[in-house]
């Protein structure tokens, strides 16, 4: 892949080398996010950050490291101007709004309409959401997350064993995150949900298809044992047909530190794509586990600071220039490295 | 027009001297719209957007622009936090917000609102559109366009043959584009709309008075044969009394690609102040004109970070000073520079 | 108290070294707030602007604050992307945004929770309001304002005479300023308001146990004479049970001009945390003082920049650098400096 130029529109553009040159470049950004350094690389570059649905997280996410490396963001967050209401066509909106900046990250609620935006803008766009549809940068970063966690094991993703629980058919960072796993080798999946929250069979069979054992199961405990990373999801609530529909699943998979410890294998890993949903009647994730070493739900969103850097490095073509616009840091860091 | 520190709230301030020193600035601007080149001329100054009423390319070319000088924006969307509402005057409003930035870009839905909010503000304010009053750098961006296209064939504003279709009524940008266009001479401008539709009579008499000739018709292919330049426009239809009145007129006329081939100079260049209503009952400008080179309504909105640049340089005092603050782009800039 | 790397939650964290270490930091920002200079010493670092209230002119202070240091801004305003609704503590919400920047102000409408999320922030979080509890930088640009308007006449806040009208009940500032009076010696407060909207009893208490003199009027006339500083307050009719509750006080102390002069000292200062009421109902600070040269409401709105600016700089520990980060502005200035 010729990063250049190019959109990032789908996880499926990626091939194992990409996938690795972006983790390469993500490596070397750390000193920036931690404000050991700082590069102004970007310095008068402009992101348009165009976030029709919103997304607090993901656009502050993409911001500050559009930010980190030196750059400006001018941002629209929901349907403001209702150009789109005045009847214009999303080929125009993004014919004018890309004459406005270097790139774009760009999260819309229609399947498809950040490809449809990105053939008509004259910048490089960076898929940030299009509804049920892709989450490229969430996969990257789960991904990245992965490695980084077990690197510290001496482990690379090759031969992971990884357990995804909760609504793994609504759950679209799940399903981003299975067809980056096809591109290693020998990984071991086991997916836990209720029997109608599966993940879906053309995932399970591309999984198979590429050689690894997918297991099935509606059990917690027996589906977390054994495992490198116990990827945790939410009930997606807003997607059920009603909300007495969607109780009939909630609070069904809890993981909290005593189950953990008597199930799970102590290096265990536990992710979550977050909003983890702290409500009395969900916790699929207690906060009993927020002192527990292994939770990597918080350096999971700070990757994502990481793996956005390096993706616009590259898009821009100034990964290799962001050590040489850097300096050091003379203001207060310590929350940050303490 | 002493530039340096002035307000822009009317096309009514400049004479022809001053829209020609605009468009020699805008003109040098290029090189940073087109990211040849980056200045930072405006490095630590702050363009205070103050967009009380939405419109994300408005807000979103201002801020680009001061960006592309080196410059931060601090913006405020909507009335949200509504001291307005708990009794604010303009005034107050005015003083406690204009000390918190160098300039300031203004768009509020009352006519006058802007001048009012000028008056007691103490730094330099630009109106962004006063609801159906002004909104100076839309007409000064499609005339600056008008300069651009007519370079081409080696010709001027002088002299220029023009047609402009649709609600001449109640659009705002017809309006102040005819007022520009009595500081020039010898201009042929033919005004085409339904009969309740028409140009104001006191803007088709200033044309008059100074020299111009105005022809008015009601159809389309008579009106467009033999002018230089086709400002077609779009329906206002929140300014209707009923959706229903508002559906007498959608759709009226429509410009495609058979109606240009067939009635139109094949030099004759395209403009649209934009949104374009691209539904099927509106259409005033099809879709299939898009790969028609002489459809400029993309050239239009990016001349308007132009026209934007070069009134903060001559405002803020800094035109002369543009290059001196500047360098090489080291990053991806095809799309841009194809 | 040790800046750098602290949380600003409160008024109760300072101490009279304190407060007189930001004021001094502050007069030094001066320069910059006024555009004589410009510093770029926070280049490169990130303030997280997270207003889930809003409330523009406290925003925009603080993002101008930090931008007129070098930084940038990451901005989000309302509840926008709901995580909360979707059951994510304030422990979560922390944890995930405190990775995004290097400091952050925070304006939330639950009483409490701004304490409650830097607890888990990884930077320091400065309050920028957080329901009726507190909103320290408000008190402590009042009482750099009084320190200011009383330098002119070689005075200091020890020995000050302040009177403060109006809805002393729910009026959050003058609560805070009155804490803050505490930590000087021999301050006469005259408080004027309605039986029913009279100051704490405990902030009343405070007060007399610092060694201050406290005298309660509901006499507007006899309260405002004699004294250095009148603060007049709006009436916070949203804390009213009902409008028409609220109208029994609306307009119940009014200060004009012509009673200005028939019972106020001629040096009296006049301030007002904004925004004032200016509906013919209302009116506590009538328009015809907008030429008073004691009306020091704007000067007071002015200050909150600078005393953000050194509060920025003491927790990031940058106020020692400032001036050697620093260089001449070479843009218009003349508003600001006429």
Known sequence: MEFAGSHVLSVGQFERPDVEAVFAVADRMEPYARRRRVTRVLEGAIL?????????????????????????????????????????????????????????????????????????SRVPVINGGDGSNEHPTQA????????????????????????????????????????LLGLFSDVRVTLVSPVELRMPGEIVDALRSAGHRVVESDALEEGIADVDILYSTRLQEERFASPEEAALYRGRFRLNQQVYTRHCDPNTVIMHPLPR??????????????????????????????????????????????????????????????
Chains 1, 2, 3 share one sequence.
């Not at 919103?54 to 400006?72: C, D, H, K």
């Open 48 to 120: 348009g950050s165009m976030f029709f649905e919103p997304s607090t997280r993901t656009r502050v996410s993409f911001g500050s490291a559009f930010n980190l490396l030196g750059g400006e963001v001018r941002e629209t967050t929901g349907f403001e101007n209702s150009a789109i209401a005045k009847g214009e066509s999303l080929y125009d909106t993004a014919r004018v709004l890309s004459g406005y900046s270097d790139v774009i990250a760009m999260r819309h609620p229609a399947e498809g309409s950040v490809a449809e935006f990105a053939s008509a």
């Open 140 to 179: 990257l970063l789960d991904l990245y997350t992965i490695r980084s966690e077990l690197a510290a094991q001496q482990r690379g993703i090759d031969g992971l064993r990884i357990a995804m629980v909760g609504d793994l058919r609504f759950g679209r960072t799940v399903h981003s995150l299975c067809r």
């Open 277 to 338: 949903d702290s409500r009395e009647a969900a916790r699929e994730l207690d906060e009993d586990l927020n002192d527990n070493p292994k939770l990597a739900i918080f350096r999971q969103t700070d990757n994502g600071v990481l793996v956005r850097m390096a993706l616009f490095a590259l898009i821009l073509d100034v990964a290799d220039q962001v050590d040489a616009h850097s300096r050091d840091v003379h203001w207060y860091t310590g929350g940050r490295n303490p």
